[in-house]
């Protein structure tokens, strides 16, 4: 169940918990318990949120920061690999020449 349905549940038992209070102070205090959990439940919310936010761009850090050192491992693996390829073929055409 989402914190806005809780929410609305808790505050709709509570009005109910209130209408069928005796006495108007009873109501009254049934009202402003809704409220302040009403209230809760959306400092909670933002705190929940603010926290999630803050490890989505922890991970989008870590996940373009490895992304940066793969490509640097692969541009210098193929770097390398070019460099054995052009190696060999110059030691074929020595070889070719030399038969």
């Not at 505050?11 to 109501?27: D, H, P, Y």
């Not at 949120?49 to 803050?54: R, S, V």
């Not at 996940?63 to 070019?82: P, Y």
């Amino acid at each position: 169940m989402s914190l806005r349905a809780r929410t609305i549940l808790a505050a709709v038992a509570a009005l109910s918990l209130g209408a069928a209070a005796c006495t108007e102070a009873e109501q009254d205090r049934a009202g402003e318990r809704t409220e302040a959990a009403g209230d809760e439940a959306q400092e909670a919310a933002t705190e929940t949120g603010t926290a999630l936010k803050e490890e989505a761009q922890q991970v989008g850090s870590a996940i373009a920061a490895g992304a940066r050192e793969a490509a640097q491992e692969v541009d210098e693996t193929t770097d390398r690999m070019a460099e054995e390829a052009d190696e060999q073929k110059a030691e074929t055409a020595t070889d070719s020449r030399g038969n």
